[in-house]
């Protein structure tokens, strides 16, 4: 009875996720049978050596990479998930604001009302003057601010 009340606050369970990368050199076991339980406005670190796997978990989680096996649970249907990366991702040759807007033109659902949310973002994160620069004009956590 404990167990599935509490289990109601836990947003995301993870149960023996396994990740094997297959490649033409062989397999790499990158994560084993790993258990995780996330609540409700819980901070959650994952700390570990280089190559323990947490990119890995990051990727699946977000759906860039698929499990080998274990099941990962969330609590809430279309759950949005948001994975910054270690470095910025963000284009050279595009201006700060062009940067911001690509994945709404990717997606095509750019629209005056989103260019002004993204400009407004900007602003936001301290980014407004910056908008016409280009990415390497910025320092590596104004950079990280714009991804
Ligand atoms: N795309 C990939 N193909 C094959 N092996 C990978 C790939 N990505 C990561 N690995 C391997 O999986 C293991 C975990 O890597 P990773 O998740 O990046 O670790 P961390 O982020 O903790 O440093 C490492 O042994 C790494 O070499
Ligand atoms: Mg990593």
Same mark, same amino acid.
């Given at each position: 009875?404990?167990?599935?009340?509490?289990?109601?606050?836990?947003?995301?369970?993870i149960?023996?996720?396994?990740?094997?990368?297959?490649?033409?050199?062989?397999?790499?076991?990158?994560?084993?049978?790993l258990n995780l339980e996330?609540?409700?406005?819980?901070?959650?670190?994952?700390?570990?050596?280089?190559?323990?796997?947490?990119?890995?978990?990051?990727?699946?989680?977000?759906?860039?990479?698929?499990?080998?096996?274990?099941?990962?649970? /969330?609590?809430?249907? *279309?759950?949005?998930?948001?994975?910054?990366?270690?470095? *910025?991702?963000? /284009?050279?040759?595009?201006?700060?604001?062009?940067?911001?807007?690509?994945?709404?033109?990717?997606?095509?659902?750019?629209?005056?009302?989103?260019?002004?949310?993204?400009?407004?973002?900007? *602003?936001?994160?301290?980014?407004?003057?910056?908008?016409?620069?280009?990415?390497?004009?910025?320092?590596?956590?104004?950079?990280?601010?714009?991804?």
């Amino acid at each position: 009875m404990m167990n599935s009340l509490t289990n109601l606050d836990n947003v995301l369970v993870i149960n023996n996720l396994t990740k094997i990368y297959h490649s033409k050199d062989g397999e790499t076991l990158a994560i084993q049978d790993l258990n995780l339980e996330v609540r409700e406005g819980e901070f959650v670190a994952i700390v570990g050596p280089s190559g323990c796997g947490k990119s890995t978990l990051l990727s699946i989680l977000c759906g860039l990479e698929k499990k080998s096996s274990g099941t990962i649970t /969330f609590s809430k249907k *279309d759950v949005k998930l948001g994975y910054m990366l270690q470095d *910025d991702t963000l /284009f050279p040759w595009l201006n700060i604001l062009d940067n911001s807007l690509l994945g709404l033109k990717v997606q095509k659902k750019i629209s005056k009302e989103r260019q002004e949310r993204v400009k407004k973002l900007l *602003d936001t994160y301290g980014l407004g003057e910056f908008i016409k620069k280009y990415p390497n004009n910025l320092s590596g956590g104004m950079r990280q601010r714009v991804g």
